[in-house]
């Protein structure tokens, strides 16, 4: 990226006004991109919020969204791997919404301006039993905690660990958006509950609470992302309601709202192709 001064010459500002006043716009626009790339600090796991920054923060393009508002399903932790502590950092505000009450704790402490609940996502209402994994002691205690019981099975099989049950109080997005949400335009969610997250996306009414764009973790069942391109719930669940898939990282999957964003736009965002 460019850092250096780019002068201003007295003749030519003369010859051509309007030549100088467009070097300046853009020495101003490399100014403040510069701002942005002088942090080079991410936190999540593969590379989402490198996504994230490019479609929502891309001052050279001049395309900035100022105070968005985000809605973390499954948020886990506010900083380590954290796909949305990007954005709080940049002035965001939104919902952190996770079902283990020692993350929710983290949250309220580091993440005092959000919204913070204590909520597994779900398609019902009232307790349910939550699968918590890892040692009480740990910052990262939760990690692959789950409300699926297959999942939960999985984990303990292969790790040779034993899951801690806990009763916890389940809502629907739709529940969620009602009572936190209003009225806000929703800019990004994200979904991360270890194979939950297809019916925490039906319990969701998307007639009336759309996020423009979506970021979804897939735990592929058959190691290819072809297979899963033709054949995943989550993915045809969102089509259905209009969402387009536009980018990947080895676990999340990103769609944008079809009918909020145009396909001019997502190319401003990403290289984009069609299918």
Same mark, same amino acid.
């Given at each position: 990226?460019?850092?250096?001064?780019?002068?201003?010459?007295?003749?030519?500002?003369?010859?051509?006004?309007?030549?100088?006043?467009?070097?300046?716009?853009?020495?101003?626009?490399?100014?403040?991109?510069?701002?942005?790339?002088?942090?080079?600090?991410?936190?999540?796991?593969?590379?989402e919020?490198i996504?994230?920054?490019?479609?929502?923060?891309?001052?050279?393009?001049?395309?900035?969204?100022?105070?968005g508002?985000?809605?973390?399903?499954?948020?886990?932790?506010?900083?380590?791997?954290?796909?949305?502590k990007?954005?709080?950092?940049?002035?965001?505000?939104?919902?952190?919404?996770?079902?283990?009450?020692?993350?929710v704790?983290?949250?309220?402490k580091?993440?005092?301006?959000?919204?913070?609940?204590?909520?597994?996502?779900?398609?019902?209402?009232?307790?349910?039993?939550?699968?918590?994994f890892?040692?009480?002691q740990?910052?990262?205690?939760?990690?692959?905690?789950?409300?699926?019981?297959n999942?939960?099975?999985?984990? !303990?099989?292969?790790? *040779?660990v &034993?899951?801690?049950?806990l @009763?916890?109080p389940?809502?629907? =997005?739709k529940? /969620?958006?009602?009572?936190?949400?209003?009225?806000k335009?929703?800019?990004?969610?994200?979904?991360?509950?270890?194979?939950g997250?297809l019916?925490?996306l039906?319990?969701?009414?998307?007639?009336?609470?759309?996020?423009?764009?979506?970021?979804?973790?897939?735990?592929?069942?058959?190691?290819?992302?072809?297979? !899963?391109?033709?054949? *995943?719930? &989550?993915?045809?669940?969102? @089509?259905?309601?209009?969402?387009? =898939?536009?980018? /990947?990282t080895?676990?999340t999957?990103?769609?944008?709202?079809?009918?909020?964003?145009s396909?001019?736009?997502?190319?401003?965002?990403l290289?984009?192709?069609?299918?």
């Amino acid at each position: 990226m460019f850092k250096e001064k780019i002068p201003i010459i007295g003749s030519l500002y003369k010859k051509n006004k309007k030549l100088c006043e467009t070097v300046a716009q853009m020495k101003n626009q490399i100014e403040q991109q510069n701002k942005l790339l002088d942090s080079h600090v991410y936190y999540s796991s593969l590379g989402e919020d490198i996504i994230l920054k490019n479609i929502f923060f891309d001052y050279f393009r001049g395309y900035v969204t100022e105070k968005g508002f985000y809605i973390d399903v499954g948020a886990y932790h506010p900083r380590c791997a954290s796909n949305t502590k990007i954005l709080y950092d940049r002035g965001w505000r939104g919902i952190n919404i996770e079902a283990n009450p020692y993350a929710v704790n983290r949250f309220n402490k580091f993440r005092p301006h959000d919204i913070n609940l204590n909520y597994a996502v779900s398609g019902e209402m009232g307790e349910i039993d939550f699968y918590l994994f890892g040692d009480e002691q740990s910052e990262f205690y939760g990690s692959s905690s789950t409300i699926d019981i297959n999942f939960k099975n999985y984990v !303990e099989k292969t790790q *040779n660990v &034993v899951a801690k049950t806990l @009763k916890v109080p389940s809502n629907t =997005l739709k529940f /969620i958006m009602q009572n936190y949400v209003k009225n806000k335009r929703i800019d990004f969610m994200n979904i991360d509950i270890e194979c939950g997250e297809l019916e925490a996306l039906k319990s969701n009414d998307f007639s009336l609470y759309r996020p423009r764009v979506i970021a979804v973790e897939i735990l592929s069942k058959t190691g290819s992302v072809e297979n !899963e391109l033709k054949n *995943n719930s &989550v993915i045809q669940y969102l @089509k259905s309601e209009n969402y387009k =898939l536009f980018s /990947i990282t080895l676990l999340t999957y990103f769609f944008y709202d079809t009918l909020s964003e145009s396909k001019a736009q997502i190319e401003t965002w990403l290289d984009f192709s069609d299918d």
